[in-house]
């Protein structure tokens, strides 16, 4: 690779973000060197300033943020010296960028082709007619469903991982010579992502383009990076060529990253015979309007045990939630707990009834109230519930900061601004575990976090559990996740349950169909498993339900 | 596009709805005010008499319900009945000033919503920096003053002897003007209002677009090397017009009901003043028919806006 | 030439404003304990103005009686004397002869008093409904809903007038009457805000607690909503103190003798059309609360916003 | 909103002779006084007026608005007319008789009088209008005035009137501007919608609360007049509004001038200011059944706690001139000249509170502009005077809406502004005699009653003069009403304007008569 021609040079890069007032610096003198065609993987977890530095490439800083120091030299052109307008020039013309959320990053008012064509058109590359041809032509290559056509729809009319081919086509417009990848799959089903990822490295190779990939999963990156970058809190901790760097990684960093999926929840013995389940669901068929998003559901969850749901987005798999907790009555079946059907409606629940059921969210942003203090989150269920107050409040609230591993004094003050995504997540569950509840839902609780805290959290989970006899209901579309935590799986797939058993059943073959494409549609560490499962479904193994597992 | 001919079928019918609650509650209302008809037309003037003859003569000692189900049951034929002062249909009443109002409405908006979407839209662009700031506290300071004080001012500075345009728009009731004399004429009454409608639509444009400007495609559009003008009227805008659209619509109402300040101050014969005489007079059928127009006009422009605002987001056009 | 001298004059305002701004902030850093001089320093130069503005309102409302060189309702002179005419008369006398200033000074009081009370007691009404419609939804909304449609299509200025001739007029039944309309407006914002809010998890995750009605609007959903809903008060509490002087424009309105900013505009307006700047003094000083509300209220949602520029 | 009528000081010349009042005026001109320049014709007159409404209509029973009236004598003639200097003239009647217990009236009219439509003018045309406004089942405003009408005859081209008391004054009531000669229909009434009539000009076009357009009868009876080709009349209810389009040059002429500018008015160049006072008074009264008002010493406590000079000085700007609490004007027949001239006296307050038995008082005065112009400002500055005196007197501010009907007569104590009868008998009986309608006091007082009844049939002058004067002496000592001052109309006109010496001061606007008095200049 390094016979090519160098392409982007970054030097002692320094960037400064903006917090109450004061600048802190977030990216600590990062050097980077890309070669044309060259493709970089950067790797990290959330603050390791990934993103940041991927847009530094392109002579950007988001709002909030600056660009304090060190030299950025893309093609002979100092980017940070140059004007904005000559800047404007190369963006979207010679550096492209894709972003994490298609589907956000589509302008919804513009159909597919527009947005395509704008970049050509308004940088002088093409006139608007060879743009729309043009678009046709890349959209075949990105393997989008109806070349011709699929341009004139609007963002909300193409699923996820079509916009994400969608984009990067877009991205390819004016044959960039660079183009900076954000986590462009984080957000797509397993099943899909191998689609966009396919594509993507296809592309790339075909134009021989530079790339920087930026994502927090190895497995992917192993995938797409012809090396790859390790950084962490805005500073670099190592670099080698992919393989080097999967092999023999140097740094200890890099090692606990690389063996991250280390918790494995003990085999727990076998549910006695005739022990009340505490949740029984019993024949749900649930819905919005006509529609039937549930058909015929049926599990148990016992004490002290952990069953996963898992399944892609659409399957059902929250919808479930909702009739267990009430918000959505089901049209028929009902809900038992520890025997006793429950009223199908949460408003009909007595206190205790709703006590006993918790619930923790997967976005913890959403799930907290930002006006409202941890000493408030956490001790509003306590004093409702138990009828805490004043001093034994306070003492209930320490003590379940303490639960959760956060330093009290420090934190029992805090709004939910003032904390990072693992801390918030903690939150939630400290908020479920202060109702003293039997039961406890966790919808995606930790898809939206870095792998090690993600592992953080399913240890405490997994400690609360043994410590209070909890039962869980855990969604994921993680087989990772439900590797670790669950004893029992239920696979949904468009409302109806496929499969389910316990967790040893589960991973041995023979598996339902659609199982078995979840399963091997897992990233592995293994720079060819692309190659290898690519080939596999062309000569015609579980790759046939692909595309109709898109959502 | 089926969907939207329901909602607009819906909404329509339940506009219906509430103009028939309006004039109840107009009605109503008139009722409770102290005095009727006969009382206020003979003022000072009124012996028990009188007002007992004048009473017996137009039908007002029927029942309540009696008088508004026979005025509802004309208003369904289409019928606006007469005015109680001077028998003259209220059609023909409403029908001249209702023209002249909407023309000034027009003229008003035709400057107003241009100006306020221009000068939002520089806002937003140039946020924080002093021309934001400056057009900010203009449009504030502007609407801080009384529509009247506005319409004085403006008729010191502009009209007057040596003034370029009349002070009163007398010359419109005095016979029908050229389009161009009218503009000419109209233009400081069009001018108060536009003071007095921007500011709100102004700030409506500039906050609607700044609240986009974090999402990721107006990142996306400024990675793709966009230009800042660009970014703001072909990125944002098209996503903020519901809220502007919304604001303009309630604007606009503002400008064909709320008016009766400046029709007074500048002599323009419009619905307003109508409005007001009859309700002192407790004139009903005036009352109840300007009373509809203006409600008609709202629910009207409000569907409009809902329609547009729909039209303009083609999640709402184009369902999956 | 008078255009430039007036644009010189305009700079040297904005100039000397900004200096105030400036000056007041670097004081009130230096005084106020350190969570709130840490705030303070993040507001810009018009918010600090608007703030300092604020308090000398405020000051010269409550300490009208101590400042007034003359009482609000006394008839100390001549009638129309010029400001300058008399020492004695700083800003001259009204179509009475009672002194200009004292009524100026008197007025704030009157004024920002009414109209703080009317607006708040608007959003009162008008976010609680809101929030109930948002949150209860279903007929509840619909109720709500369309009875705010009925009343918003009624012309407010008209209905204002029947319903004061109805109720009679007393300060009390003003501002309910004016609190009551201008409810409707806030109602259909705080609706649309609070819808946004209501699908958020932790409503959801507060229902699922068994919250009451009340706890979920006042702790869970207000104070999400209230960025939004203070924007708007800015204006509100502006178009109240238009809805006061509109109303005394049809004989309504705030009952004499007592002093208010909109019934002076309205006594001597037609004085502007000779030149005459006396109606200019309590127009400005309504202008100058106006804008220097809503210096503070842009700058706070500036931060509630999280736009960082 | 405004009164019935308004008509000063009918002069000098005993009104039972009609007759003779004629030969005297013919010898200058028969309807106005010697001219200050010889009349040019010509032109258009354009004239804002500050009132008219969109409920106005063209019933005369319904006038009440300047618009409405103006456009009444600008339309119509009426049997008699007030002269400019105040006399009685004849217009339609070319002369008049009463029997000697001046209950049967003869009126001969002018023959050849030409409608605008052609339709020459008979008795029957005379009473069919007055027909109009009488009977049972009468909607009209002047129903009261010609309610003592008992019946009428015509015998060629004379009518004869038959009353059912004597009435010395009975030729003024025929001036009322309700009253025009409107042509009969078949059936013997008048169409109250007509746009008929015999005055100076035709109507070309009206409508109400906006403007009018007038153009010259051409078969008009009085001799070279009109002066003007046309009228446009315009409504401006905004002050401002009408003064600045009198000084732009979009009107000749307005008939109210702000009293708060009315000095910068003056001062534009080319604009001239028109004041003439009359008989039109500002009152508050008081409910004489009600307490506080039910002791004369209360009364009399908040007459002299009324700074008069005051308010004539402030709410007037000096267009007016003092009252005595007594609603007869300085230039009517009996003003009583003796009748000392009441002053703000706040010992004099005190000294009556004490009569009646009181530290001090409080009372609210219910008040809003609709009553007069500058009511609410009047009312604090009486809060102001009075409260030297002990009185504690609170302003309520009511709406202008619905005023007379809500507040005037139903609080004790209100607003009221009247624009004066022509004659003292006319405004005792309709505001000041026991139980008639309009008796805003609730007064009521033997000895003025009495009065009342005898000076209404005395011929002999220096008795009725005694008799009235009495009279005033009693409503302003013992009387209900505080009357502090009499208000001049004030309008003003463009200079290019030219008029009569003299103006007529029963009314705004010439005795709402400029359109064929006045003229263009050059």
Known sequence: MSDKEVLLTIRDLRIEGRADEEWLEIVKGVDLTLHKGEVLGLIGESGAGKSTIGLAAMGFARDGCRISGGTIDFDGIDLRSASEAKRRGLRGKRIAYVAQSAAASFNPAHKLIDQYSEAPVQHGVMSRGEANNDAVELYGKMQLPNPDEIGFRYPHQVSGGQLQRAMTAMAMACRPDLIIFDEPTTALDVTTQIEVLSAIRDIVEQFDTAAIYITHDLAVVAQMADKIKVLLKGEEVEEADTRTMLNAPTQDYTKSLWAVRSHARPEQPPIEAGTTPVVSVKGVTAGYGTLDVLKNINFDIHARRTVAVVGESGSGKSTTARVITGLLPPREGEIQFNGQTLPADYRNRTKDQLRQAQMIYQMADTALNPKQKLRELIGRPAQMYLGLNGKALEERVRNLLDLIELEPDDYIDRLPSELSGGQKQRIGIARALAAEPQFIICDEVTSALDQLVAEGILKLLDKLQAEFDLAYMFITHDLATVKSIADEVVVMKEGVVVEQGPKSEMFQPPHDPYTELLLSSVPEMDPDWLDKLLEERAAGGAGAAVEGAGN | MSHILTMIAQRLALGLVTLFVVSLIIFLGTELLPGDFAQEILGQSATPETVAALREQLGLNDPMHIRYLGWLTDIVQGDFGESLANGQSVAGLIGGRLVRTLQLASYAAAIAVPLSLVLGILAALFRNSFFDRFANASALSSISFPEFFVAYILIFLLAGANGAFPSTAINISRGDPNFTEYLHVAFLPALTLTLVVTAHMMRMTRAAIINLLSSPYIEMARLKGMSPMRIIVKHALPNALAPIINVVALNLAYLITGVVVVEVVFVYPGLGQLMVDSVAARDMPVVQGVALIFAGAYVLLNLTADVLATLSNPRLVHRR | MGFLTGLLWLAAAIIAAMAAGWLFRTAAVAVTPRGVSKELKTAPLTASFGMLMIIIYILVAFLAPVIAPFSETEVVGPEFMFPGDDPAFVLGTDNLGRDMLSRMIYAARNTVGIAFVTTALAFIIGSVLGLLAAIVGGWLDQLLSRTVDVLMAIPALIFALLLLTIVGTSIINMILVIAVIDSTRVFRLARAVAMNIVVMDYVEAAKLRGEGLWRLITREILPNAMAPLVAEFGLRFCFVFLTISALSFLGLGIQPPTADWGAMVKDTATMITFGNVTPLLPAAAIALLTVSVNFVVDWQLHRASGLKE | ??????????????????????????????????????????????????????????????????????????????????????????????????????????????????????????????????????????????????????????????????????????????????????????????????????????????????????????????????????????????????????????????????????????????????????????????????????????????????????????????????????????????????????????????????????ESLDVDIHLADAAFAGALDAGVLFAESASAGGINLNVVREPNDGYWSNVWMQKPFAGTYWGGRPTEDWMFATAYAEGVPWNETYWSNDRFNELLVSARAELDEDLRREQYFEMQQIVSDEGGIIIPMFAAYVGAYSDRLAHPEQIASNWRNDGHRIGERWWFAS
């Open chain 4, 1 to 358: 909103m405004t009164q019935l009528t308004n008509m000063t000081s009918p002069s000098r010349r005993g009104v039972l002779k009609g007759a003779t009042a004629i030969g005297a005026a013919a010898l200058v001109t028969p309807w106005g006084t010697p001219l200050r320049a010889q009349p040019v014709s010509g032109g258009t007159l354009r004239v804002g007026m500050a009132h008219g409404s969109t409920t106005d209509a063209l019933d005369p029973g319904s006038w009440e608005a300047d618009f409405m009236i103006f456009q009444a004598h600008t339309r119509n003639n009426y049997l008699t007319e007030i002269a400019a200097d105040g006399s009685l003239v004849p217009e339609l009647a070319e002369s008049w008789e009463a029997s000697a217990d001046a209950a049967t009236w003869t009126f001969t009219l002018r023959s050849g009088v030409e409608f605008h439509s052609g339709h020459i003018l008979t008795a029957d045309d005379v009473i069919a209008s007055i027909n109009h406004h009488r009977g049972e089942d009468s909607t009209s405003a002047a129903a009261p005035i010609v309610a003592d009408i008992t019946d009428m005859t015509a015998d060629g081209m004379n009518v004869v009137f038959t009353l059912s008391a004597g009435n010395a004054d009975f030729p003024f009531v025929l001036s009322d501007y309700h009253l025009p000669i409107l042509p009969a229909q078949a059936d013997g009434t008048i169409d109250p919608n007509t746009q008929d009539g015999c005055g100076p000009f035709r109507i070309a076009e009206i409508e109400f609360g906006v403007g009018a357009r007038y153009e010259r009868h051409e078969g008009y009876w009085k001799e070279g007049l009109p002066y003007f080709d046309a009228i446009e009349q315009v409504v401006i209810f905004d002050d401002a509004a009408r003064q600045n389009a009198l000084i732009s040059g979009d009107v000749d002429y307005i008939d109210t001038a702000d009293l708060n500018t009315v000095h910068l008015l003056e001062r534009a160049p080319g604009i001239e200011i028109l004041s003439v006072t009359g008989t039109q008074h500002y009152g508050l009264p008081m409910d004489t059944r009600a307490a506080p008002f039910d002791d004369v010493n209360v009364r009399m406590a908040l007459k002299f706690g009324i700074n008069r000079q005051q308010l004539v000085d402030t709410i007037l700007n000096g267009y007016g001139s003092l009252g005595n609490d007594h609603p007869i004007g300085p230039g009517q027949r009996y003003f009583n000249t003796e009748l000392e001239q009441r002053e703000y006296d706040p010992d004099r307050v005190q000294f009556h509170l004490r009569e009646a038995g009181m």
